[in-house]
């Protein structure tokens, strides 16, 4: 038996009181029965659809278990962190379920400290020993989007083998351990990871979003849009790998308490429980936690003996608190958590035994154990749970493999070039023209008759300026998820709601004639086309920009972080598409295009660079036919009906006499006919009538006053009505989902 068999074989012995087996705790995952979902809404419990709402885990039911027993485990794993939240949730856990999932996650970055090595070693042994199973969750995915390794995949996962195989040498048992590589997960998993993370960005304020920042040190005021991003997706990791316990460090708890305020948005009972474990202050004076930055401020797992003793005699002891009243002592810190974590401990120092770590703090402030024992102990302590891990790299011939070939990384400094990342799966740069349909109207989504007609208006414009190339009108579906549109029905989905919508917009645009020659792609399609490198482009976009950029190209005064996370999801559409041009007829819109134009001209050294698009900015197009009140009774909406509700609008129209500065029935005509290259017959006051082939002709007669306004009512009357007729014949194949936006719609303008 190996020496680190032989200390998990110790720990296990501590941790497991005789007579554990017999009363029902092994130690083994148990996996869940599944139970008749008719009989079990018969007796009143939850069927699948409601347990889906709230089951995180798959563990079994409990057997029944001793009160002791069920302390016992509860102790245990409380034990791993410094803070439980909460302990009522842990307790209930434990309770219900024989088997539990904990999660960590770490980003592969070439050196592992001893409070990743020993100290995580010793908190999984905890948890799989109390009926758990771990699950770590390798973020190579992130590691590359770092740089880490020089951006090279493969390096990064042998960097995570060597993490395995350093908690192999330190005894954790890896039984009921799993690894789950991101890179791997999420691209294999795209749709539904990136979908969760969409509902959770959509329901924080960037105020809450912010809090969790530190847990990259930044400081809100320096912080990139990327930063917004962050927390999302550990938010979502939780999620995605099911866990029932976050089992990260106290500089993590914000962001893990972002996911059980989640689960009150969504109105899920189970929450993930947050055990939070101690950080290790640094070896050296004033740091709060260790820093693989300094060599000097922690204990690595390749660290030879002498250097674990040299480190240890400078490092900082003191013996007064600080400002704040806490003693921030990193010696008396490796004595508790590290050399004392385990059941049954020991510290021997000095030619004493202490059988507690308050006793070890009482003798060294006591002045009965000096300092140099203290540390000289702490060392050798130290040496002898790192000494199988030493052993394993040099009997096992693939640890010692591994640990070669990522010493041989450390030591290549040549980076390679810098490419611009993008999905590439779509186009080649500057074959497209492209025109990107509006977003939803929050809160109640009328679908504007000007919206319709100002994207036909830049189809329109793209097509004639084509020149042989392609011309896309694309749907963003998912930046309409992130902006929380559709929101607030229990019933209805807001990811169907936007698809459905959609449908009926592009449906719309077919039958005024809009799609001749006009491909229509959908964002939620073409990020699953190479869902890695459309991510990647977009956490690239979010670290390029301050988020106060960001906010400036969509609102200065925006409070969500769901339309942060969509503009920069625009421009990793816009580098999808990669375009020549880009038509835009809503002002607002036009700045994100602008922003991911700047974006790209400032990519223009790295390698597969391409021109920015040309933004072109198209007429817009208004179907207000007055001033709009609250409930949109004055504009014109695709789902009107004619009779009585368009010609009731266009009756009340406001139409002064030799106003053309703002005139809703000249504007209206001049866009349901003369810019479709149409004609116009219209009355005028000198007798008889008056074709009208451009729009600057009719307004120039209306301005001298040859058009009566009663007229020009009649006219584009006319025209509205065979428009709304070609719509009603667009919408047969597509009633489905008219019918649900109009039920959501109706719904919605109720509240």
């Keep these: 038996m190996e020496d680190g068999d032989v200390r998990l074989a110790l720990f296990r012995a501590a941790a497991q009181p005789a007579g554990a087996a017999a009363a029902g705790f092994s130690g083994e995952a148990g996996k869940p029965k599944k139970k008749d979902d008719k009989a079990q809404k018969k007796k009143g419990g939850k069927g699948d659809d409601a347990k889906k709402k709230e089951a995180a885990s798959t563990g079994a039911a409990a057997p029944a278990v001793s009160p002791e027993e069920l302390e016992r ?200 429980v947050i055990l939070s474990h101690h950080m290790l202050y640094g070896l050296a004076q004033g740091q709060a936690k260790m820093s693989k930055s300094n060599p000097d401020s922690a204990i690595f797992m390749e660290d030879p003996p002498d250097e674990v003793e040299r480190k240890m005699r400078i490092a900082y002891c003191p013996k007064e608190p600080e400002e704040d009243g806490v003693l921030k002592n990193p010696c008396l810190d490796y004595v508790e958590h590290i050399v004392m974590s385990q059941p049954g401990s020991v510290f021997e120092a000095g030619g004493k035994t202490y059988e507690t770590f308050a006793a070890v703090k009482e003798a060294f402030l006591g002045g009965s154990l000096s300092e140099d024992d203290m540390k000289k102990s702490i060392a050798d302590c130290v040496n002898r749970l790192m000494q199988p891990v030493r052993d394993h790299f040099e009997t096992n011939d693939h640890a010692r493999e591994i640990l070669a070939l990522v010493r041989q990384y450390k030591r290549e400094s040549a980076k390679p070039p810098t490419r611009l990342k993008r999905n590439t799966k779509v186009a080649a740069p500057g074959e497209i023209s492209a025109v990107f349909a509006p977003l939803p109207p929050l809160g109640v989504p009328h679908m504007s008759l000007g919206d319709v007609l100002g994207t036909r208006a830049s189809l329109r414009a793209a097509c004639k300026d084509a020149s042989g190339g392609r011309v896309v009108l694309y749907v963003p579906d998912l930046d309409a998820v992130a902006c929380n549109t559709f929101a607030g029905d229990k019933k209805l989905k807001a990811t169907e709601c936007v698809a459905a919508y959609y449908d009926v917009f592009v449906s719309a645009l077919g039958a005024l004639g809009a799609l001749e020659g006009v491909e229509v792609l959908r964002q939620s399609e073409v990020m699953l086309m190479d869902p890695s490198d459309y991510w990647v482009s977009v956490i690239n976009v979010g670290r390029h920009f301050q988020l106060q950029d960001v906010l400036e190209a969509i609102n200065p005064d925006e409070t969500q972080a769901g339309p942060v996370l969509a503009a920069l999801m625009h421009v990793g559409s816009v580098l999808s598409l990669a375009p020549r041009v880009v038509y835009e007829s809503n002002p607002q819109r036009k700045s994100l295009h602008e922003l991911a134009a700047t974006y790209i001209e400032s990519c223009a050294s790295q390698a597969d660079a391409f021109a920015p698009p040309q933004v072109t900015a198209v007429p817009e197009v208004t179907s207000i036919t007055s001033a709009l009140d609250a409930a949109n009774k004055t504009q014109l909406e695709v789902f009107d009906d004619f009779q009585p509700d368009v010609k009731k609008k266009l009756k009340q129209a406001f139409c002064e006499p030799k106003n053309t500065d703002w005139n809703p029935p000249l504007l209206l005509l001049q866009d349901l006919v003369l810019h479709q290259g149409e004609k116009v017959d219209l009355v005028v006051q000198s007798g008889g009538s008056k074709t009208f082939e451009s729009a600057d002709d009719l307004a120039a007669s209306f301005a001298a006053e040859e058009i009566h306004p009663a007229d020009l009512k009649a006219a584009v009357t006319r025209a509205a009505e065979a428009t709304y007729k070609s719509l009603a014949a667009g919408f047969k194949s597509v009633d489905k989902s008219k019918k649900l936006v109009q039920n959501f719609i109706k719904r919605a303008s109720k509240k």
């Design 73 to 272: 485990r509860f102790e245990l794993v409380k034990s791993i962190g410094e803070e439980c939240v909460t302990e009522d949730d842990l307790r209930t856990l434990l309770t219900k379920q024989a088997s539990f999932r904990m999660y960590d996650g770490f980003e592969p970055s070439g050196r592992m400290h001893i409070a990743q090595g020993i100290f995580k070693a010793l908190n999984v042994n905890k948890c799989t020993t109390s009926g758990g199973t771990f699950v770590f969750w390798i973020a190579d995915w992130f590691a590359l989007m770092n740089d880490k390794m020089g951006g090279d995949l493969d390096k990064i996962k042998v960097v995570g083998e060597y993490f395995i195989e350093v908690w192999k040498g330190a005894g954790m048992d890896l039984a009921n351990v799993k690894f789950h590589w991101a890179s791997d997960d999420i691209i294999q998993n795209a749709k539904p990871y990136w979908d969760q993370m969409l509902d959770i960005a959509k329901r924080f304020t960037l105020a809450r979003i912010k809090k969790c920042c530190q847990i990259m040190g930044r400081l809100e005021n320096n912080l990139t849009a990327a930063q917004i991003m962050y927390p999302l997706m550990q938010c979502t990791d939780i999620f995605f790998l099911k866990a029932d316990i976050c089992q990260l460090g106290m500089d993590q708890r914000k962001v893990n308490m972002l996911a059980r305020e989640y689960c009150d948005s969504i109105g899920r009972k189970l929450k993930p």
